[in-house]
T-cell receptor
Framework: GESVGLHLPTLSVQEGDNSIINCAYSNSASDYFIWYKQESGKGPQFIIDIRSNMDKRQGQRVTVLLNKTVKHLSLQIAATQPGDSAVYFCAVHYDKVIFGPGTSLSVIP | DSGVTQTPKHLITATGQRVTLRCSPRSGDLSVYWYQQSLDQGLQFLIQYYNGEERAKGNILERFSAQQFPDLHSELNLSSLELGDSALYFC?????????????FGNGTRLTVT
């Protein structure tokens, strides 16, 4: 099976600083990984994805890093803004799509 | 707007009752997923359908069942409801049978069991 965990349930950062959210997974056969953002009252929204043949992928202000050796995934948000306040989930795809427990990011103005 | 529609938005019912949650996937998506999110909890995978067939099963209780219809909409049936079933239920859809494409989520149905 697959289990997915996160290192920190909550994270507070100053506006303008960089944020790093981490995720660990258990199944080395997992081949596709996604980060989602969930705002209050809404469903999770896709942020960025990465496949297992890559180590790093960049989007607009976001970067995902994948370390398959230690089965670790991270999301970096550059110049964090108040609108980034939300719960962030990693999702690991194997035979099912399993979500981690989520990190609640608070941005301090 | 993700293109995934869930109805109803809110549902309040009593213990022991049965309810049906409905999901219309994004146009063209063949896979539908159901997740349960309890208060301050993560997303628990319940079940996935692909083009009408059950594709993967998670921690879905025997009191719960789902199906996907020929027009690709899906329904999640919850019966003999208990207080602990109160949660947000999300539907998501994706384009492919495999798990290598992002899920697009609806805004959920909030179920309250009293």
């Amino acid at each position: 099976g697959e289990s997915v965990g996160l290192h920190l349930p909550t994270l507070s950062v100053q506006e303008g600083d960089n944020s790093i959210i981490n995720c660990a997974y258990s199944n080395s056969a997992s081949d596709y990984f996604i980060w989602y953002k969930q705002e209050s009252g809404k469903g999770p929204q896709f942020i960025i994805d990465i496949r297992s043949n890559m180590d790093k992928r960049q989007g607009q202000r976001v970067t995902v890093l994948l370390n398959k050796t230690v089965k670790h995934l991270s999301l970096q948000i550059a110049a964090t803004q108040p609108g980034d306040s939300a719960v962030y989930f990693c999702a690991v795809h194997y035979d099912k799509v399993i979500f981690g427990p989520g990190t609640s990011l608070s941005v301090i103005p | 707007d993700s293109g995934v529609t869930q109805t109803p938005k809110h549902l309040i019912t009593a213990t022991g009752q049965r309810v049906t949650l409905r999901c219309s996937p994004r146009s063209g998506d063949l896979s539908v997923y159901w997740y349960q999110q309890s208060l301050d909890q993560g997303l628990q995978f319940l079940i996935q359908y692909y083009n009408g067939e059950e594709r993967a099963k998670g921690n879905i209780l025997e009191r719960f069942s789902a199906q996907q219809f020929p027009d690709l909409h899906s329904e999640l049936n919850l019966s003999s409801l208990e207080l602990g079933d109160s949660a947000l239920y999300f539907c998501a859809s994706s384009g492919g049978q495999s798990h290598n494409s992002p899920l697009h989520f609806g805004n959920g149905t909030r179920l309250t069991v009293t």
